[in-house]
DNA sequence: TTAACTGCAAATCCTTTGCACGCTG
DNA sequence: CAGCGTGCAAAGGATTTGCAGTTAA
């Protein structure tokens, strides 16, 4: 999602486009990575020093609110973000490295309806996290050297 | 799981069972709920009056080390604990009560193993977590009066 | 102009910790 | 009786908020 796309999706709610919203959506749009509201404020701060923590944790909010950046919560660190224009997806945590990669399964997807169905709930999201670590790679007895 | 076999995990693992654990012990193994920390503290309280929060929270952090309790992060909320005895299960919850339901698939659980292991992995741990609400029950037509 | 926005510092919430004393094994 | 365990109060990290000044529209 570009920076433009980021801003007119707030004008749009009646936000106004200030010098550090619009840092921050820059550096939101270029992030590949998921990184959390400190690193966005690092980031943000080398475009507009001017930014503070407490801004973008109220921009992020408010994007929150509007749909088009998702809150990441995982298990015992700080919240990190991701723009809302890739379809869904759910996450893999590399234990190690605190890697995060993105994957999605339609046969997941379903399952889950079903299962939310049989108990009598509709889904309104749901949080798909595996935890894991690399593969040792020469496992199955194809050992190196 | 029962007080009892709570206590034998902990003895086992050299740790001492003081009144205030025994309280907290017996609390766990009979909440058929999810309770968070304070709630426990509250519970264990009304057992033995000299348990303080901080012991609970010691306890807890010892029986997750040992396995015996799952702490349960759900979105923005205190961590939940449940004992380890019941096979894994994931949890669906209501989005008006906060409600925990569980349920398992082992169908998901598959497909998972299968996902990180395209992706290089093994899993440590998952986190399924289904939030929702519940269906209307005449949706289909068959409206009530 | 003026209501929305800002940085700052202080406040929150949940959880952990340092300390001096108490109690289990 | 040697340590482990305790309560208390204070510290911690992530996030939010009150306030008085600033700025976008």
Redesign the pocket.
Known sequence: MSARELEHALRDAG???????SAILRILAEADDHP??NELYSRASALEP??????V???L?ILEDKGVVHRLTFEGA??RFETADTPHHDHMIDLETGDVIEFRSDKIEKLQAEIAAELGYDIVYHKLELYGRRKARNQAGRLGA
Chains 1, 2 share one sequence.
């Open positions: 936000v106004r486009i200030t010098r550090q919203r959390d509201a001017t930014v503070s923590l407490s801004t944790y109220r921009t909010s700080p919240a």
